[in-house]
């Protein structure tokens, strides 16, 4: 599964941003897509998870109530509604895929990601 990861760019504090992923390959709709983002100076963080028919989610505590993860497997795609943007947000995003299981918050579990897209929220 190859990956693309849009849609990032410069907003305020409070706007919106909807992220992308794009997957290739038939094994798409079988695998599990995650979002994670790393800060400068910071580790990589897990954001958000969605199971294989999108009906099992998993937030990270700081984006709950603000970000939605969605998919839509007949086009390949995977979103991050990002809502009420803060600048602790400010971070490179990666969409990631893992071929078998459930969701998880744990980067290793992933097994293929996007080349990331940067979110800048200015205060």
Do not use: H
């Amino acid at each position: 599964v190859q990956l693309q990861a849009s849609g990032g760019g410069l907003v305020q504090t409070g706007g919106s941003l909807r992220l992308s992923c794009e997957g290739s390959g038939r094994t798409f709709s079988n695998t599990v897509m995650g979002w994670f983002r790393r800060a400068p100076g910071k580790e990589r963080e897990f954001v958000a998870a969605v199971s294989t028919g999108g009906s099992d989610l998993k937030y990270a505590d700081s984006v709950k109530g603000r970000f939605t993860i969605s998919r839509d497997n007949a086009k390949n795609m995977v979103y991050l509604q990002m809502n009420n943007l803060k600048p602790e947000d400010t971070a490179v995003y990666y969409c990631a895929a893992r071929r078998d299981g459930y969701v998880s918050s744990t980067p290793v579990m992933y097994d293929y990601w996007g080349q990331g897209t940067q979110v800048t929220v200015s205060s």
